[in-house]
Nanobody, 122 residues
C-alpha cells in the first residue's frame, strides 16, 4: 500500500492550502489516519488525526481552529485543509496510516507513510 501526498506549495502568510493523501490500493480502508509535519532541524510532529469509525478528530494545539482533517472514503483519500497559515507552519507534511495502540502523535506507532509534500509560508 502506498500513500501519495499532494497539494503542497508556497503561500503567503494568512493564505490557505489543501493537502491530499491518496491511498494507492482501493481495496484497503484505513480507520486511523493522520498528518505529520517536519520542519528543518526539528522532530516529526503530529498535526492532526482522524479515527473514522468514531468520527473523532484530534489536533495539535498550534493548529486548532485553523486546520481541518477529513477523509473521503469513496475516493479513499485523506485531506488537510489549512487556513490562516503562518511561517511556523512551514514544513514537509506527511500522511500516515494504520496506527498501533497508543498516542496518535507518536510517529513510531504508524505503519504506512507517504513521501511528503513541502509547504512553505512566507
Amino acid at each position: 500500500v502506498q500513500l501519495v501526498e499532494s497539494g503542497g506549495g508556497s503561500v503567503q502568510v494568512g493564505g490557505s492550502l489543501r493537502l491530499s493523501c491518496a491511498v494507492s490500493d482501493n481495496t484497503v480502508r484505513f480507520n486511523n489516519m493522520a498528518w505529520f509535519r517536519q520542519a528543518p532541524g526539528k522532530e516529526r510532529e503530529g498535526v492532526a488525526h482522524i479515527y473514522f469509525l468514531a468520527g473523532a478528530t484530534h489536533y495539535v494545539d498550534s493548529v486548532k481552529g485553523r486546520f481541518t482533517i477529513s477523509q473521503d472514503t469513496t475516493e479513499n483519500t485523506l485531506y488537510l485543509q489549512m487556513n490562516s497559515l503562518s511561517p511556523e507552519d512551514t514544513a514537509i507534511y506527511y500522511c500516515a496510516a494504520e496506527k498501533a495502540w497508543g498516542e496518535w502523535s507518536l510517529p513510531n506507532l504508524w505503519k504506512y507513510w507517504g513521501r511528503g509534500t513541502q509547504v512553505t509560508v512566507s
